[in-house]
């Protein structure tokens, strides 16, 4: 059983930037893991992936070039930089695990997730 647990969420102006961290209890070198956020209101939609085996990565369209999915193999994390936050960028930002298959931004692909952190950006 895979644990997540991600940390970094917080509140920022519109243009700044935010670093997510998920924790991950039993970390792979060759599992996906993968960014989501849920807005109010909103479905849940895929934001980035990793393959940690070789660390190619994948974006949803409406974060490309300004988010950026990254691992450290020496603290089992999974980091989601954030640059050039919008109003729309407000969620609440989950991270799940994949360990099999190849990439996904569905969440219906992913088995094991974690609680979520809120993010918000005000204008």
């Known amino acids: 059983q895979v644990q997540l647990v991600e940390s970094g969420g917080g509140s920022v102006q519109a243009g700044g930037s935010l670093r997510l961290s998920c924790a991950v209890s039993d970390f792979k070198y060759e599992r996906f893991y993968g960014w989501f956020r849920q807005a109010p209101g909103k479905e849940r939609e895929g934001v980035a992936v990793i393959y940690t085996g070789t660390r190619s990565t994948i974006y949803a369209d409406s974060v490309e070039g300004r988010f950026s999915i990254s691992q450290d193999n020496a603290k089992n994390t999974v980091y989601l930089q954030m640059n050039s936050l919008q109003p729309e960028d407000t969620a609440v930002y989950y991270c799940?695990?994949?360990?099999?298959?190849?990439?996904?931004?569905?969440?219906?692909?992913?088995?094991?997730w974690g609680q979520g952190t809120q993010v918000t950006v005000s204008s």
């Open positions: 799940a695990a994949r360990p099999w298959g190849g990439f996904s931004l569905r969440e219906d692909d992913y088995p094991y």
